[in-house]
Nanobody
């Protein structure tokens, strides 16, 4: 059974930091590119950060470049999103995504809410 379980969301302060985690199981983590997306109510889901496998090359959405960092731990089949210099507009639901390098498999987590407020 494929599972992507996000954690680490919650309340953060403007200028502060939060770290999201996505623990995965049920598929071969090393064969999947991993991403974080976010979606505000009434808006399309947008790509926040992506890390490929192998190699770990990353790319980021323009709104988070220089503030967020994505990383992956293959031993734990987990992907992380370090969020620094939080802004009010970072307040949305964040989703973990896994896309197979070889097949059309595309998996999503259930989402975790991040709220930035003073």
């Amino acid at each position: 059974q494929v599972q992507l379980v996000e954690s680490g969301g919650g309340l953060g302060q403007p200028g502060g930091s939060l770290t999201l985690s996505c623990a995965t199981s049920g598929f071969s983590f090393s064969n999947y590119h991993m991403s974080w997306y976010r979606q505000a109510p009434g808006k399309e889901r947008e790509m926040v950060a992506r890390i490929v496998s192998p190699g770990g090359a990353t790319n980021y959405g323009d709104s988070v470049k220089g503030r967020f960092t994505i990383s992956r731990d293959s031993a734990k089949s987990t992907v992380f999103l370090q969020m620094n210099s939080l802004k009010l507009e970072d307040t949305v639901v964040y989703y973990c995504n896994a896309v197979s390098k070889w097949s059309g498999n595309n998996y999503w987590g259930q989402g975790t809410q991040v709220t930035v407020s003073s």
